[in-house]
T-cell receptor, first 110, second 113 residues
Framework: QKEVEQNSGPLSVPEGAIASLNCTYSDRVSQSFFWYRQYSGKSPELIMSIYSNGDKEDGRFTAQLNKASQYVSLLIRDSQPSDSATYLC??????????FGRGTSLIVHP | KAGVTQTPRYLIKTRGQQVTLSCSPISGHRSVSWYQQTPGQGLQFLFE???????NKGNFPGRFSGRQFSNSRSEMNVSTLELGDSALYLC????????????FGSGTQLSVL
C-alpha cells in the first residue's frame, strides 16, 4: 500500500527563519511529488511540484527530492506568519492520483 | 475562470440517512476526484471520474458512490450514514492534458449525528 509519511508537528519557527518540512514515501513507482498548503478551514492549494532529483526553487520555497532515499522536503525561507498552515506532501505514480500525507502543521511566530 | 464549486457547504445528517454532495469543476476540466479529509486519517482518495466514467477508486465501502454528468459536474452519494462518515469532503478537478495539479473546492463539511 502506498504511504506518505509526515511528522504532524506542530513545527514552530520564528519569523524570518527557515522552516524545513520533511516527507518520506513508500512506493518506489512514485514519479511526481507535490506540496500543498492548507490554511485552517480552507482547501488545499498546490504550492510546489517536483519530478526530478535535486532542488527546485520558487520564490521563498525550495522543494528537494531524493528518490534513492524516497525523501521529499520543502524549505521555506524568511518564514512569515502568513505561512502558518498545514503542509501536505503528496506522491503519485502513473495514474495521476496522488497519495497524501497527513500533513505537518507549521506555526510561524512573530 | 470560476474555481471548483461544491455544494452544500455544511450538512448535518443522522445515522442511517443518505446524502448527496455536488461538485462543479473548473470550466474545461474533465477529471473530477473526491477526497475525504479527517483529522485522524488525513486526505483519503475516494474516486475519480473522467468523461462520465469512474477511472480510479479508493478503498472505501460500496456505500460511497459517485457519478459524473456530460457537463463534467459530479455528485457523490453516501448511503446508510455512519458516525465515522463525519468528515470534510473535498472535490478536486484537474486539467486532463497531462497536468497533475489538483484544484480543490471549498469542501462540504458533513456531520453525522
Amino acid at each position: 500500500q502506498k504511504e506518505v509519511e509526515q511528522n504532524s508537528g506542530p513545527l514552530s519557527v520564528p519569523e524570518g527563519a527557515i522552516a524545513s518540512l520533511n516527507c518520506t514515501y513508500s512506493d518506489r513507482v512514485s514519479q511526481s511529488f507535490f506540496w500543498y498548503r492548507q490554511y485552517s478551514g480552507k482547501s488545499p492549494e498546490l504550492i510546489m511540484s517536483i519530478y526530478s532529483n535535486g532542488d527546485k526553487e520558487d520564490g521563498r520555497f525550495t522543494a528537494q527530492l531524493n528518490k534513492a532515499s524516497q525523501y521529499v522536503s520543502l524549505l521555506i525561507r524568511d518564514s512569515q506568519p502568513s505561512d502558518s498552515a498545514t503542509y501536505l506532501c503528496a506522491a503519485s505514480g502513473g495514474s495521476y492520483i496522488p497519495t497524501f500525507g497527513r500533513g505537518t502543521s507549521l506555526i510561524v511566530h512573530p | 475562470k470560476a474555481g471548483v464549486t461544491q455544494t452544500p457547504r455544511y450538512l448535518i445528517k443522522t445515522r442511517g440517512q443518505q446524502v448527496t454532495l455536488s461538485c462543479s469543476p473548473i470550466s474545461g476540466h474533465r477529471s473530477v476526484s473526491w477526497y475525504q479529509q479527517t483529522p485522524g486519517q488525513g486526505l483519503q482518495f475516494l474516486f475519480e471520474y473522467f468523461s462520465e466514467t469512474q477511472r480510479n477508486k479508493g478503498n472505501f465501502p460500496g456505500r460511497f458512490s459517485g457519478r459524473q454528468f456530460s457537463n463534467s459536474r459530479s455528485e457523490m452519494n453516501v448511503s446508510t450514514l455512519e458516525l465515522g462518515d463525519s468528515a470534510l469532503y473535498l472535490c478536486a478537478s484537474r486539467d486532463d492534458r497531462g497536468a497533475e495539479k489538483l484544484f480543490f473546492g471549498s469542501g462540504t463539511q458533513l456531520s453525522v449525528l
